[in-house]
């Protein structure tokens, strides 16, 4: 057993975690950061297969996240544009297959208004509601009180045009049913990123990748944390009292003044605290629970949907498949597509043996793209469901309900443990960049509260307040 002292320990080897703990290094603070995977990046995830690069977790990055840009700045890491050229494709309720420009979906002229009324409803009440204090908006309660489905609803009554534009945040956001989550929900989802013209806008929320990988940003902030990174150690108990801590790895024990508990909301229970967390914390942290996503690879020998002018960007949202993009990383001769599958049409999927999964997938795939789309030479599924230190994906929400009444509470530090983690940010919520400003956000306040001094205020951690770090691991 290692035994270390520290200023701080986090827990929690992801975007956030690692961020943070680079800052509290650059800040002259003392670290120790335990994750419980054999490797860095959390949610962030890549591996060649059979050549090809594919990212298993996040991966895009969007203008308006600049506290990722910021970072990855600094690290000398290069964006590439994601493949946007040529025509999209839409699977309308009853299978019919229409191939479109523009900005609207190819649906009845009154259905596009009706999607436009509401895009239009929620980008009102986007600029009204701050990302970080969406429950500070005047009519929060009930905003948050009625769920997103049955709110479109109040606004129009054309189903398609509901269901559409419900499809954006729930399946595509949140990864939940729209009847699950609450209005105020969808809306600090719209204000993380600006407004919800942004949000679906693809080639807005979706428009460049990292050379080398999202993964590769966590890589790069490990390396410089050098040996201060202990993988293969899950921390399951925690000491604490006003004077500092004690988190229990697998084979290394760290004595801290403080902690910052980087993992996923949904997992602060897993870690056994002595004492225990006041009541406020036991309640809150059960209403916040991960959403469910498949994100489907096909890798083909040819971007073959180019040759035929499309984009590879394909909706259906009733499909299985819902959405589905060309995710070619730059510089591969070979065409990768990317599907989503998301919540209760993920459960029928995980309901299939595996043979007749691959089948229905590729089937629903190729009802955009053709018979073409049947034969990929790699076809892998990314399932953070099934993994431990995960168990869901994108990220957590809350219950009905759950964000007026908890989220206020959800950042405050509790004695000397506090928490981080992309599914508390404002701005760039559930995202890397979420993760990234949060990581900066609570090493600026954990640094202010070791040196006694008041940390900066309203500091958005968009920009590092402690310099740079070399790559040399101190
Ligand atoms: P994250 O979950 O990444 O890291 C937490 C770490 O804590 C993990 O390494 C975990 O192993 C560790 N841990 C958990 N419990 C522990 C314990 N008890 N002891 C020690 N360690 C423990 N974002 C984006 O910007 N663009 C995108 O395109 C996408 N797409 C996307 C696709 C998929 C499939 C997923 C799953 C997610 C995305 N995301 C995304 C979201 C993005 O990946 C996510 O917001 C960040 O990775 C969150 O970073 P955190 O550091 O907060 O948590």
Known sequence: MTILDRDVVIIGAGPSGLTA???????????????????????????????????????????????????????????????????????????TRSVYTGDDFPVAESTVAEMNKLIKEMDRLTAQVDPDAPWAHPQAAELDMISFHHWLRTISGDEVACNNVGLFIAGGMLTKPAHTFSALQALLMSSSAGSFSNLVDEDFILDRRMVGTMQGVSIAVAERLGEDVFLNNPVLKLDWSEDGVTAYGTDVTVHAKKVIIAVPPNLYSRISYN??????????????????????????????????????????????????????????????????ISDLQADAMFLLPEAERKDAILASMAKFLGAKALEPSVFYLSDFGAEEWTRGAYATSYDLGGLFRFGPDQNKNVGPIYFSSSDLA?????????????????????????????????????KSLFGTLAASGN
């Not at 809150?284 to 991960?290: D, G, I």
């Open 275 to 340: 004492p225990p967390l006041p009541r406020r914390q036991h309640v809150t942290h059960q209403h916040q629970s991960m959403g469910l996503v498949i994100k489907v690879h096909a890798v083909y020998e040819t971007p073959f949907w180019r040759e035929e002018g499309l984009s590879g960007t394909c909706f259906g949202p009733s499909a299985i498949v819902q959405e589905l993009y060309d995710n070619t990383y730059h510089e591969e001769t070979t065409g990768t597509l990317v599907g989503f």
């Open 21 to 95: 703990a680079y800052e509290l290094r650059k800040a002259g603070k003392s670290v120790a950061v335990l994750e419980a995977r054999d490797r860095v990046g959390g949610r962030t995830w890549s591996q060649n297969m059979d050549g090809a690069t594919i990212e298993i977790g996040g991966q895009w990055i969007s203008p308006d996240q600049t506290g990722l840009y910021s970072l990855i700045e600094e690290l000398g890491i290069e964006t590439f544009e994601r493949y946007k050229e040529g025509a999209s494709v839409y699977l309308a309720d009853d299978g």
């Open 426 to 462: 404002g701005e760039g919520y559930q995202h890397v960049d979420g993760a990234v400003r949060m990581g900066r956000r609570t090493a600026v306040r954990i640094n202010a509260a070791i040196e006694g001094t008041e940390p900066a205020a309203n500091y958005d951690g968009v």
